[in-house]
């Protein structure tokens, strides 16, 4: 599990007054930590790949964009990186 995914699954959701608190809770990722993922994406690092992926697949601190994240998991998958592997797998299995 990376970091990103470590800190979402602290955010208590229950304890959230409304949807919109635990909306901006769990949407806010700092843009530098966005631009330095994109960066390494760019120069191949497929745990940034994946991390990336991640992001644009739920909209966190970037526009939701299910094709840019089946992108990025598959040039992290096509390196070798294990949950990007299974993720395309469980979406082609899906389909």
Known sequence: MTSLHKQINHIDRNQAKDS????????????DKIARLQREAREGDPDAQYELAYLYENGLGVPKDEAR???????????????????????????
């Open 20 to 31: 919109s608190q635990t909306e901006t809770a769990i949407s806010t990722v700092p843009e």
């Open 69 to 95: 994240a089946l992108e990025l998991y598959q040039q992290a998958a096509d390196q070798g990186h294990p949950a990007a592997q299974a993720n395309i797998d469980a979406r082609s299995n899906s389909e």
